[in-house]
């Protein structure tokens, strides 16, 4: 009959780097993703502005941390922006789902929860879009 062979402490860390390198390619593919996404939508001659928001913006997220992605636009927009601005803006990677919340747009803006997939994994990403003036 066969023992169990007790595990060393170096041989038990190594059991969780897998887990380590998987959260490093999810942080690269999302630092990757947000320079796609600030490339696509800065595409459009409507975008007066784009910037991150929430830990990503102001230097404390972690490799859990969702994307909160805020872009300004002007009167030339189209109207569907607001609808599907993944779309719109050519945004990229493979979306899992899209969540519409109406009441976390600005007044004259609006809002959709994005899930898309990067390095394997879900990634939430808060989508804002602000008119660059404000309603009348």
């Given at each position: ?6 595990q ?6 190594a ?21 796609k ?34 872009v300004a ?40 929860a ?5 390095a ?12 660059s003036?404000?309603?009348?």
């Amino acid at each position: 009959m066969a023992t169990a062979r007790r595990q060393r402490p170096h041989e038990l860390v190594a059991q969780f780097d897998p887990v380590e390198r998987r959260l490093e390619a999810l942080t690269e593919a999302r630092r990757h993703w947000i320079n796609k996404a600030s490339e696509a939508v800065q595409r459009h001659e409507f975008v007066d502005a784009v910037w991150l928001v929430g830990s990503l913006g102001s230097g404390t997220a972690d490799a859990y941390s969702d994307v909160d992605l805020v872009v300004a636009v002007d009167e030339t927009r189209p109207a569907e922006v607001f609808a599907d601005p993944v779309a719109c803006f050519g945004l990229p990677g493979r979306v899992l789902y899209t969540r519409p919340k109406p009441r976390n747009a600005p007044a004259g803006g609006g809002y959709l929860a994005v899930c898309v997939q990067l390095a394997g994994l879900p990634v939430l990403i808060d989508l804002y879009v602000w008119p660059s003036e404000p309603p009348r």
